[in-house]
């Protein structure tokens, strides 16, 4: 089952999941995030040495800044498209102040979330990987650092992913897109 509008008889609530309010998952997906921003802010620094970041200079420095903004709402949108793509009939976006989001109120299955969850790190990571090999050492940095912030920043979504592949087939998930509702049907199986 890939998306519903109604939650079938017989299922009710499994799990939630909300990073804004769970000040436990925040803390463990935050410290997620600055691993992997470190991990690959020192694998960048074997492939590139740092003195070129640090004399990057102002003008790719703004590229950065404006890239990683058109990045965020990217990101929302590949969720979004995949949300739409898998049935969803409305997609709502939003900025909590501390996340980004595109959310709805459709239920999805397990594997076509999961993909909803990790298009964005796959389809990005594919383009900047490219923009990466093409562009050369010298703009380098610029597109690790935007690589840096796809991985990092999808700590969220790689939470999520974990969470939910440790779940029965059969679960449905909404995302309001600052939560996630796990739903499973009864008894479970």
Same mark, same amino acid.
């Given at each position: ?17 909300? %990073? ?6 925040? @803390?463990? *997906?935050?410290?997620? !995030?600055? #691993?992997?921003? &470190? $991990? /690959? ?11 070129? %970041? ?6 790719? @420095?703004? *590229?950065?800044?404006? !890239?990683? #903004?058109?990045? &965020? $709402? /990217? ?115």
């Amino acid at each position: 089952m890939n998306c519903v509008e109604q939650l079938p008889e017989g299922y009710g609530e499994r799990a939630k999941i909300d %990073l804004q309010r769970n000040k436990k998952e925040a @803390l463990l *997906v935050n410290g997620l !995030s600055l #691993l992997l921003l &470190l $991990a /690959l802010g020192t694998v960048g620094g074997q492939l590139v040495s740092f003195s070129e %970041l640090i004399g990057m200079g102002i003008y790719k @420095l703004a *590229v950065v800044v404006i !890239s990683a #903004l058109i990045y &965020l $709402a /990217l990101h929302e949108l590949t969720h979004a498209v995949c949300m739409k793509y898998y049935g969803a009939k409305k997609v709502k976006f939003g900025y909590t102040g501390l996340y980004a989001y595109a959310g709805c109120d459709a239920y999805f299955g397990k594997k076509a979330y999961i993909v909803i969850a990790l298009a964005p790190i796959v389809v990005w990571g594919v383009v900047l990987l490219i923009l990466n090999l093409l562009m050369g050492q010298e703009w380098f940095w610029v597109i690790w650092l935007l690589q840096c912030g796809n991985l990092s920043g999808a700590a969220g979504d790689l939470y999520v992913t974990f969470k939910l592949s440790r779940m029965p087939g059969d679960i449905l998930v909404q995302d309001s897109g600052v939560s996630m509702v796990v739903y499973g049907s009864y008894p479970p199986h």
